[in-house]
C-alpha cells in the first residue's frame, strides 16, 4: 500500500476502461476465480439490492468481496429498455473498490465495460463447463453490445465457433450485428426471424432479452437441439415456466439471488437447481453427463465476478497509468 493509495482514489471513465481493454482470456480467467472462490465459500456476496422504478427501469446495487483479489466493491446500476432510444447502453453504472485492508475507496470506475466483459466471460465459462466438446453454431437472441461481447468470448474458449444465428427484436441491431461479426470475428451470421429459429440447430443459445417482470416468455425447451446448451443473460425473461422444468439439467450462478428475486416477479415457478455454475468450475459437482442432455443456465450476474474484473482492470491501470488521481 503506497501512501497515494491512502489519501486519493483512481478515478477511471469509461473511455479509460475501453482503453485498457483487458484481454478477454484475463477476463475469463478472473471469472472463473470469482466462481470458484465462491463455490469453495471464500466469498461474502449479499443479494443484489434492487428497485424497480418502473416496468422499463430498474436500479441496482450489487457488493461483494473475493479475498484472493484482495478487493471489495460495490456497484450502482440502472437499466432500462429505454436507453436505446437515447444513445445508452441498456446497462450503464460506476463500480467502487476498495481495499480489504482499509476499507478506503481505492478506484471509482464506469461499470459499462465490466459489466458487459464479466457477462459475456461467464456465458463463456458457463458454456465450457456444460457444452458438448467442439460446438460449430452459435445462438444469440439480443444483437446489441452483450451480444458482441458473448460472440468473442465464445470464440475465446471455443474457436472452432463458425455460424452465429441470431435475432434482436430491433431489427436495425440485428442489421448491424449481422454486417459487422464477420469482419470482426470470421464468423457467417444468419439472420433469424424469431426466437425459435435460433434455437433450432445451434449448439450453444445464448438469451439476452430485455429483464422486466412482465416480459413476454415464449423459449420453449423443445426447440433446443439434442445435447444443446443454453445460457440466458435476462433472468428468466425469455424462458417459460415449462420450460425451465422440461430440460435435463438447469443450473445458475447462485441459488440464494434466485431465491430473492422471486419477490420481485421473477423465478416464480423455478425447479430447484442442479448446481451453480461455480460448484461446476471447482469441480465439486458434475455438469454434463452425458452427451443428448439438454442443459439450461440461467446466469443472474454475481458480484464476486465484478470485484475480479475490476481488481484486474485496476491493476492495469496503475501498470499503465491511465485514469486520474483525485482527493478522497
Not at 12 to 30: G, H, K, N, W, Y
Not at 43 to 63: N, V
Not at 94 to 118: C, E, K, P, Q
Not at 170 to 186: D, K, S, T, Y
Request: negative net charge; charged residues 20%; hydrophobic residues 45%.
Amino acid at each position: 500500500m503506497t501512501n497515494m493509495t491512502t489519501t486519493k482514489f483512481l478515478y477511471l471513465s469509461r473511455s479509460d476502461v475501453e482503453t485498457i481493454d483487458l484481454p478477454l482470456a484475463r477476463v475469463i480467467e478472473a471469472v472463473e476465480l470469482a466462481l470458484s472462490e465462491k463455490a469453495h465459500g471464500r466469498t461474502d456476496m449479499p443479494p443484489k439490492h434492487w428497485i424497480s422504478l418502473s416496468e422499463h427501469r430498474f436500479f441496482s446495487a450489487m457488493s461483494s468481496t473475493v479475498p484472493a483479489a484482495d478487493a471489495v466493491i460495490c456497484k450502482w446500476q440502472s437499466g432500462s429498455s429505454e436507453n436505446a432510444k437515447i444513445g445508452l447502453p441498456y446497462i450503464t453504472g460506476l463500480l467502487f473498490l476498495n481495499d480489504l485492508h482499509t476499507g478506503l475507496t481505492i478506484a471509482v470506475m464506469d461499470s459499462t465495460w465490466i459489466t458487459g466483459i464479466r457477462t459475456a466471460a461467464a456465458s463463456a465459462v458457463t458454456a465450457r463447463c456444460l457444452a458438448n466438446p467442439d460446438p460449430k453454431i452459435l445462438g444469440i437472441i439480443g444483437c446489441g453490445v452483450q451480444g458482441r461481447f458473448t460472440v468473442a468470448a465464445m470464440q475465446e474458449v471455443f474457436p472452432g465457433i463458425e455460424t452465429v444465428r441470431a435475432y434482436d427484436v430491433l431489427p436495425a441491431a440485428l442489421e448491424r450485428f449481422a454486417q459487422e461479426m464477420p469482419a470482426a470475428h470470421g464468423v457467417d451470421v444468419i439472420p433469424c426471424e424469431g426466437p425459435r429459429d435460433v434455437a433450432e440447430g445451434a449448439q450453444i443459445v445464448i438469451t439476452g432479452g430485455f429483464i422486466k417482470p412482465d416480459a413476454d416468455r415464449v423459449m420453449e425447451a423443445e426447440w433446443l437441439t439434442p445435447g444443446a446448451t443454453a445460457v440466458a443473460i435476462d433472468y428468466d425473461c425469455y424462458w417459460t415456466p415449462q420450460a425451465i422444468h422440461d430440460v435435463d439439467g438447469f443450473f445458475t450462478d447462485d441459488v440464494r439471488q434466485m431465491e430473492h428475486l422471486k419477490e420481485y416477479g421473477y423465478f416464480v415457478d423455478t425447479p430447484p437447481a442442479t448446481a451453480e455454475i461455480g460448484e461446476v468450475v471447482a469441480g465439486l459437482k458434475p455438469g454434463r453427463t452425458s452427451t443428448d442432455q439438454i442443459l439450461l443456465a440461467m446466469n443472474l450476474g454475481v458480484s464476486v465476478e465484478d470485484v475480479t474484473t475490476a481488481r484486474a482492470v485496476y491493476d492495469a491501470a496503475r501498470e499503465r497509468q491511465i485514469g486520474a488521481w483525485l482527493d478522497l
